[in-house]
């Protein structure tokens, strides 16, 4: 099984991604910030794991590395933004 590795998967292109790679058989890791209010997120169908990732948090990045282990990730989709101070 193929797997995908999406960030800001919660909304928009995030989530219609989430579900395409879903419904097409993938594994999908998918990481937001809030999975708790991410109902939609939540709800799709398919082998999906929601993690909780704020990307500029190190230790949240590294926690997020352990539950994925070894197991190969064919694409990472880079989809959550950074905002400046």
């Not at 995908?4 to 909304?11: C, D, E, F, S």
């Amino acid at each position: 099984m193929q797997t995908i590795l999406i960030t800001g998967a919660n909304r928009g292109i995030g989530l219609a991604l989430t579900r395409s790679f879903a419904e097409d058989g993938w594994r999908v890791h998918a990481c937001c910030r809030d999975p708790e209010r991410a109902e939609d997120l939540r709800a799709v169908d398919g082998a999906v794991a929601v993690h909780r990732l704020d990307v500029p948090d190190g230790a949240m990045v590294a926690r997020l590395a352990r539950q994925v282990g070894s197991r190969a990730i064919h694409i990472r989709f880079s989809n959550a933004g950074v905002y400046g101070a």
